[in-house]
Each structure stands twice: as C-alpha cells, then as structure tokens.
C-alpha cells in the first residue's frame, strides 16, 4: 500500500475564460474531465485568416492582456456556459451574449474578430519568437511562425490527443506551477519579476522544499484536496507570454532568458524547451479549493 506524499497547500486557484485574457482568481473551483470548468471556454478568430487569436502573437493583437474576462456566474461541470463578460482597458464592457461583443472587440484590435466557443478542427495560432537564443528548440528568433495547438498538435505529431477536437487548449487540460519554481527563478534572476501572472497557471502550489520541484512530479499523481487527482504529464515549456507587459508587471525578456539557462528541459523528440511547471490531465474529478492540501502519489 502506497502513501501520498504531502508536497504543499494550494494557493492560488485560476480560470480563464477567454483565451489570452486576463484570468479569474478564484477560491473554489469544479476540476472536471477536461480541466477547470469554463477555463479556455472561448477564444477570439481572426475572421480574415481562420487563425485562433493568442497573446503570443504580439504584434497583430497587442493588448490581449489587458483585457478581462469573467463569468457572469459560476460555470458548472455540466450543462450550457454562462454567459462571459469583456472588459476592455478603458473600462468598456460586453458579454458574449448581448450581440455587441464581436463589434466592441473588433472595434479594439482594428481587426474583424468572432468570439467562439469551439477551436477550429485545424488550430493554428501565430506565435511570435522572441530574439532569445535556445529559447526554441526549431532555432526561431524574431520571427513570427504559424503553429498548431490543441488536438490539431496532436495530430500533426501522429499521437494520441489529451484533447477533445474544438478545445482551446494548447496542449493539456491542466497546468500546475509551484512557489518554489517562482523562489528559484528570482534567486536566480533577482532584477525580474516572476509573478505566476506571467505563467498563466491554473494550480499554484505553496511548497517548501527548494528547486524546480514539479520537476519530479512527472509520471505520478497529484491528489488535491480529499477526492481530485491529477496525472502529471509533461514540463510546461514557456514562451514569450512569459515575457509580456500585464497591468502592473513590465515586459522582461530576462524571464524567459533566465529559464533557457536554468530549467531548460528535454521533451522528448520536440527537443529541449525552457520550463516552469507542469502539464497535467484529470484522473479524478471533483471540487477544489484554496488551502487543499496537494499530495504526490
């Protein structure tokens, strides 16, 4: 028989409603089949290319995170979405269900955009790749390339998808970070500023050991609270959304500069990535909340 491991507390909880916009902090959450219920439910698509709208492409959608999104009510692991309200950063707002969001959005980003609820069968994003060297494993840099996400990754690749087709997810259900990781990168990076804002986390974990903890999770469960599970898949590998401007926190391409040269991690045949955290899928539904204990199985 088997003991769980204590590893931490949960300390922060988050959702995103829409895709590459600001998350909701929350204090209880549904961890369903297919993650957080109503986490990445919708996205914007660029009506003129058919692509996913994402923060990553920098350029032609400056300004994804400054805008919010939150639910009008809890979203519940079954049954139809609430409706999720936009707030621009000069305070206009909408909801996906007043007919005017897609105007007010496209108004913003200058750019025709439709919110959507389901990821196109061929999940393309622009990516942008900062000038950082061995920050990606094809050797971009400076450069904007076209990349897959979702089930449409997986496909790609030939493997099996940890997604459903229409998710929007970029590659798993679930992310976890831990405050260990974050006290390691500042030791290590002191000028920069590693808020898990930046990370875009769905599980903080409050741990005490030292180091890029979660580094040893892969392959093991994750209990949190009494009855939900996680299995830890796979280090999350970091971008330039790591390196952008969000309300009270600079652009700083030293954070991801400072993941190349410490916690650059092999994943397999896609080569060696800058991590921070780890990717997870649910073994075990159930209710979460700040303060749950989190175990290692």
């Known amino acids: 028989m088997t003991t769980d491991q204590v590893v931490g507390s949960v300390k922060e909880l988050w959702r995103f409603p829409v895709k590459s916009m600001k998350g909701e902090r929350l204090d209880q959450a549904e961890l369903t089949t297919h993650g957080i219920a109503g986490d990445r439910a919708y996205a914007l698509v660029d009506l003129d290319t058919g692509k996913v709208v994402s923060a990553k492409s920098v350029r032609l959608f400056p300004g994804m995170l400054g805008c919010g999104a939150a639910f009008v009510e809890p979203p519940q692991p079954e049954g139809e979405l609430p409706p999720v ?36 069968e061929d999940f393309t994003i622009d990516q942008y790749h900062p000038d950082i060297e061995d920050a990606d494993p094809a050797g971009h840099r400076d450069t904007l390339v076209e990349a897959k996400l979702g089930s449409a990754l997986f496909a790609q690749i030939g493997a099996p998808s940890p997604l459903p087709p229409g998710s929007f997810f970029d590659v798993f259900p679930v992310s976890v970070l831990t405050t260990s990781t974050m006290a390691r990168l500042h030791e290590l990076q002191p000028a920069s500023r590693f808020d898990a804002r930046r990370f875009r986390m769905n599980l903080v974990v409050e741990t005490a050991d030292a180091g890029f903890v979660e580094n040893g999770w892969l392959g093991r469960g994750l209990a949190i609270g009494g009855a939900a599970r996680l299995a830890v898949a796979l280090p999350d590998p970091r971008c330039v959304m790591t390196t952008l401007a969000q309300d009270d926190l600079p652009g700083d391409t030293e954070v991801l500069r400072a993941l190349v040269r410490h916690n650059r991690l092999e994943l397999g045949p896609m080569g060696h990535y800058p991590c921070a955290g780890v990717y997870a899928v649910v073994a075990t539904p159930g209710t979460i909340r700040t303060g749950d204990r989190a175990a290692i199985a």
């Open 85 to 120: 309200r936009i707030t621009l950063p000069d305070g206009t707002s909408a909801t996906s269900d007043s007919g005017d969001a897609e105007r007010v959005l496209s108004g913003f980003f200058r750019r025709d955009v439709r919110l959507a609820q389901v990821a196109p």
